[in-house]
């Protein structure tokens, strides 16, 4: 029988190891809890809901809400134990917590193909055999230093700093101009929010005042100076900004033929031109205050937000430069790597990479290779994003931007007139080639006999935490 080891049993650890089982892989899954927990862990159960109780959106045309879906119908342990354990939460997908991680721990425990072992892992396993690395945004430094080591020091960030991405077709593109300071680069690599002096001290003294989130007590906050957030620099100085993501330096406003006070400048996150990212701007600040404190921006009034910005711990790799596609570490084939450690951010991007890396590696070891994911799919277009070559590589939840964009974005009507598709429904379109789109791979995946195993095993309402 093949055998894998898997090093740690949060969510990406656990529905990995669970792939693997049930394709008949041995796996034995290394977790330091009971002996040990991180700071941020409060239970000696597997994945463990450290934060909030929420998987987030629920809908279709939501991008995480399709990505779940495209989770169930692959047979995922996490969205079937989910579901059993799911509490009212409007439009969203919550769990009970308290019912949720045990059961995960339950089924792992229980199935004749995991051996769980509680030992904490100070260094990459060196066996025979392939390992899955899948420690989370707070690896033990012994094992993230010797990851170091492979992967090379500039591979491997402790912090993220992201900055937040907002729709296209929300800007109000009549206050922005598309240029490069100096002309270089192309007029299409930026666009520009000018402000005058007035608005520049405004938003200022909003960013000063805006209530920021607190740092975890096991968050030693170190900020680089390449990457600091915005309320830090705004601290310094009253030009700070104004000399900084902000300066204004080799641009011209076309409205007025002038260079004006500051510019706030934002860079295009996708090659479709649907998102943009604000240059420079990660921030701690709670998210309704980022709303309201970015739309004083000029041409932001009204503008719809993809992400959000944050800056918090969290160790990952570049992973578009130290992993193949399949996320083996490309010094050591044989080592994979799954969830927030890869560059996925949220509870159910990290679930799905763990499910994506226990089934291509389960065929891998069976002597069979997977078609590619199809990148209209949530589960593709999550991947996608780990393996895009940039120079500015961040963490990310699934988001839109991602996808590839709807060939037409109209329908026809019943009058035979062409009718644009509003957000929703172009999402709820993409939705629907997603789930078209993801059957070969489903099917060449073999879930169905999976899922079968798991609705016919007892109910989470007899679940019990192993001693």
Known sequence: M???????????GSECAWQLAERGVRVRLLEQKPKKRTPAQSHDFFAELVCSNSFRGAALANAVGLLKEE?????????????????PAGGAFA??????????????????????IAEEVLAIPDVDHPVVIATGPLTGESLAKDLERHVGEKQ??????????????SLDWEKVFRASRYDKGGDDAYVNCPLSEEEYDAFLAAVLAAEKAEAHDFEEVRYF?????????????????AYGPLKPVGLRDPRTGRRPFAVVQLRQEDAAGTAYNLVGFQTRMKWPEQKRVFRMIPGLENVEFERFGTVHRNTFVRSP????????????????????????????ESAACGLVVGVTLAHRLAGRTLP?????????????????????????????????????????????????????????????????DLEPWLAAAEVAPIRARFEESPSVESATTPA
Request: charged residues 25%; aromatic residues 6%.
């Open 71 to 87: 989770m169930r119908r692959a047979g995922s342990l996490v969205m079937g134990v989910g579901g059993a354990c799911r509490v």
């Open 156 to 169: 491997l960030a402790y912090y993220d700093a992201i900055a937040p991405v907002v729709l296209a077709e």
């Open 225 to 241: 100076e390449g990457c600091l957030p915005i309320e830090v620099m705004a601290e310094r100085g009253r030009l700070t900004l």
């Open 321 to 348: 430069e130290v992993l193949d596609d399949a996320l083996a570490l490309r010094v050591r084939p044989n080592v994979y790597l799954a969830g927030q450690i890869t560059g996925v951010e949220g509870y159910v």
């Open 372 to 436: 590619s994911l199809p990148e209209t799919s949530a589960l593709g277009a999550l991947m996608g994003h780990l393996r895009r070559p940039r120079d500015d590589f961040q963490p990310s939840n699934v988001v839109w931007s991602q996808f590839p964009p709807l060939e037409s974005p109209f329908e026809i009507t019943h009058n035979g007139k062409r009718k644009k598709l509003g957000k929703s429904e172009r999402h709820e379109k993409m939705a629907e080639i997603a789930l078209r």
């Open 2 to 12: 093949a055998e894998v080891t898997v090093v740690g049993a949060g969510l990406a």
């Open 95 to 116: 769990v009970d917590r308290e019912r949720f991680g045990p059961e995960i721990t339950r089924r792992l425990h229980t199935h004749p193909n995991v051996e769980v």
